[in-house]
């Protein structure tokens, strides 16, 4: 049976692990936009061997599972390189590389959808390679996908309690710890999946609203055109 005594005494040790999932999914998803856009930019390079370079690591990491990844980065990494990081940073890197690439396709499909005249107006404008991605692009590319970044988001978080197999404690680690020491379940296990649940429903109902907010302004800029 519940046991709401037993719970409230959980919730200020779950408080840090809380904290250090928040914070690894937050990085982690920072990290994944700028890999995904440096991967789709490159993608779209005009030397082939960057292009194939690119699109390969994409296929290679979309290939293989997060949670080798992350052992790699975590074990092997160290034992090959003189590079060793701690459980909290390898995490992050290895969430931000691994969405970074369906982040790639997000930001490609964005990108394909800017009207082609917008590259042919910055040719005979004379900008530069950097200027027409900052100025022109990149503002009329990432907005539309905005809504499908923010489920990326959500993933993410979801995917945080795979880092305790690099010994990353987490909220899921340390309920385990928990429910190891004590042998009751119900408690710890039920109080993570709550915490889960809030924290994806308030990314959700954020996303919808960025998404209504930004379908409001494309509506109104139209208007004004007209």
């Known amino acids: 049976m519940w046991d709401s005594e037993y719970a409230a005494q959980l919730l200020p040790a779950?408080?840090?692990?809380?904290?250090?999932?928040i914070g690894a999914t937050i990085t982690g998803f920072m990290l994944a936009v700028l890999f995904g856009l440096l991967f789709a930019i490159a993608g779209r390079s005009a030397a082939a061997p960057v292009r194939w370079a690119s699109r390969s690591v994409v296929e290679f990491?979309?290939?293989?599972?997060l949670l080798v990844q992350a052992f790699f980065l975590y074990y092997s990494v160290p034992m090959l390189t003189p590079v060793?990081?701690?459980?909290?940073?390898?995490g992050v890197l290895a969430l931000g590389l691994h969405y970074g690439t369906y982040m790639?396709?997000?930001f490609r499909s964005g990108i394909d959808a800017v009207p082609r005249g917008q590259w042919e107006a910055?040719?005979?404008l004379h900008l530069s390679k950097r200027k027409t991605w900052i100025s022109v692009i990149l503002p009329q590319a990432i907005p539309p996908v905005i809504p499908v970044m923010g489920n990326y988001l959500i993933v993410i978080f979801k995917e945080t309690p795979t880092l305790m197999a690099i010994t990353l404690v987490e909220l899921l680690l340390t309920a385990k710890t928990e429910a190891s020491a004590t042998y009751r379940v119900f408690?710890?296990?039920t109080i993570v999946g709550l915490l889960f649940l809030a924290v994806s429903l308030i990314f959700s109902?954020?996303?919808?609203?960025?998404?209504?907010?930004?379908?409001?302004?494309?509506?109104n800029e139209k208007g004004g055109l007209r």
């Open 205 to 219: 109902l954020g996303i919808r609203r960025l998404e209504k907010k930004w379908s409001f302004g494309r509506e």
């Open 104 to 106: 790639s396709e997000v």
């Open 14 to 21: 779950f408080l840090p692990a809380f904290a250090v999932t």
């Open 122 to 124: 910055s040719t005979a």
């Open 84 to 90: 060793a990081m701690p459980a909290f940073a390898t």
């Open 61 to 65: 990491i979309r290939s293989t599972p």
């Open 187 to 189: 408690e710890p296990y």
